[in-house]
């Protein structure tokens, strides 16, 4: 079993940048996906980013792209999603989750998933 702990949520200005992490307490064996989710109140938990350990296949939502990036540390067992020119709608509690096998975009299939931190976006 994987424990995941998030870390580096915080209150930013629209525009700014911050980096979350998630540290695994052991790395996923072989073929396994690490994503990044987020919920807003009231809405369901979303895609936003994902990144394989084995490969580094990345993958990321349509309202991401090009402004957030994800990455991997082996040697830490840890996963970065540096978030950059923040908008009021990237609001949320971030969850990361792994899984093994590729990566999907349903958090149905994640096996396990930290508890989150809160980033919220002030216009």
């Known amino acids: 079993q994987v424990q995941l702990e998030e870390a580096g949520g915080g209150l930013v200005q629209a525009g700014d940048s911050l980096e979350v992490s998630c540290v695994h307490s052991?790395?996923?064996?072989?073929?396994?996906?690490t994503g990044w989710f987020r919920q807003a109140p009231g809405k369901e938990r979303e895609f936003v980013a994902a990144i394989t350990w084995n490969l580094g296949v990345l993958k990321y939502s349509n309202s991401v792209k090009g402004r957030f990036t994800i990455s991997r540390d082996n040697a830490k067992n840890t996963v970065y999603l540096q978030m950059n020119s923040l908008k009021p709608e990237d609001t949320g509690v971030y969850y990361c989750?792994?899984?093994?096998?590729?990566?999907?975009?349903?958090?149905?299939?994640?096996?396990?998933w930290g508890r989150g931190t809160q980033v919220t976006v002030s216009s």
């Open positions: 052991t790395r996923p064996f072989g073929i396994a996906a």
């Open positions: 989750a792994t899984k093994a096998g590729s990566i999907e975009f349903e958090a149905s299939r994640y096996d396990y």
